[in-house]
């Protein structure tokens, strides 16, 4: 089975990154033959401006532009999806959240029409979040973040679409950044990827 493992993080030697490479090592350990790609939108300078363009795709009235169809044909082809990012202002970066505005079209991620009502159309694909933070666990569970993050993208997102959300974690950063207990987090996730139950958030 194969994976896609998309990352949003400009610096490539941030813990983010660090965390993606390990959720790969995790999916190449687990055996049975399991791969996977990394999708690194900032290095591959993908756009995540929503425009006037991508308004006629979803009203229907235009196709996909081909960055769009790329990126729809890299999830066609995963067995599982990944996201690993950094939570800014406690939500995803603008650069993850432009790829899913523009990357889950009306008419691909999910049909919505007047007459037929809403068809989940990613019921197929399981869903993986790594969400890396910088407050510790007190902080998110005081004010409520954690659970706000996932009404927000698990069933805001991902729900509406019909995708699962397999794991949900939060993983938070430490003073020395690339703490081993993150990355043999990360790679335990990697390793149950396609057979991991739903998982919690832990502790820094």
């Not at 996201?83 to 991620?109: C, E, H, Q």
């Not at 007047?114 to 979040?129: A, D, F, I, W």
Request: proline share 6%; charged share 20%.
């Amino acid at each position: 089975m194969h994976a896609l493992i998309v990352v949003a993080h400009p610096d490539p030697a941030s813990l983010t990154h660090a965390v993606a490479a390990q959720v790969a090592a995790g999916v190449a350990l687990s055996g049975g033959g399991h791969s996977s790609e990394i999708a690194d939108l900032a290095a591959e300078g993908f756009d995540p401006r929503f425009g006037i363009d991508d308004v006629a795709v979803h009203l229907r009235t235009a196709s996909p532009p081909a960055d769009v169809l790329a990126e729809q044909a890299r999830i066609d082809r995963a067995d599982a999806l990944a996201l690993v990012y950094p939570v800014y202002w406690w939500s995803m970066p603008a650069l993850l959240k432009g790829w899913i505005d523009r990357v889950f079209t009306n008419g691909w991620a999910y049909d919505e029409s007047t007459e037929s009502g809403l068809v989940k159309r990613l019921r197929r694909l399981p869903v993986h979040l790594v969400a890396i933070g910088g407050a510790n666990l007190r902080t998110y569970a005081r004010h409520g973040y954690f659970g706000a993050m996932k009404t927000q993208i698990d069933h805001g997102i991902f729900d509406y679409c019909g995708a699962r959300v397999v794991t949900s974690e939060l993983l938070l950063e430490s003073p020395d950044r690339i703490a081993p207990s993150r990355l043999d987090a990360a790679q335990a996730i990697g390793r149950g990827l396609f057979t991991a139950p739903p998982q919690r958030a832990v502790a820094a």
